[in-house]
């Protein structure tokens, strides 16, 4: 696992208040040179990742929440300019019992980093069963 894909909790709290204050709140994300007009479309996980992070949780009852951020330019030198002010998601495992709890928020974390849109259309389907907040929040 690629060390740029780790986020500290300084980072944490600051791609998801940057979202909150920005795409989250129906504005265009801002990147260094001005608005993002071409947005993040989808975002891949390698499965080497996903099951580090579903190994830190129940086998039961885990899982993995997954908080919308946008980079910021603290990430500058490692992704380069053109990340700041793309959507991210950061992944942080929890269990079904602490998806109300804010510590579960801050326990551990793990980001991805964006592919670019290659063009193509997207694929035939797409899995969607995750608990969204709002509104299950």
């Known amino acids: 696992m690629a060390k740029k894909n780790k986020l500290t909790k300084k980072q944490f709290k600051a791609v998801t208040r940057k979202y909150r204050s920005e795409v989250g709140s129906g504005k265009p994300g801002l990147g260094v040179k001005g608005e993002i007009t071409n947005q993040t479309r989808w975002i891949w996980f390698e499965r080497e990742l996903i099951e580090k992070v579903l190994k830190q949780t129940d086998e039961s009852k885990g899982g993995i929440k997954f908080y919308f951020g ?68």
């Open 70 to 137: 946008e980079y910021d330019e603290s990430f500058t030198e490692s992704l380069g300019p053109e990340y700041v002010g793309r959507m991210m998601l950061a992944m942080v495992p929890c269990n079904e019992g602490d998806l109300d709890k804010k510590a579960a928020d801050m326990r551990n974390f793990e980001a991805m980093t964006l592919k670019e849109d290659d063009g193509e259309d997207e694929e035939d389907e797409a899995e969607n069963g995750g608990r969204l907040c709002p509104p299950n929040c």
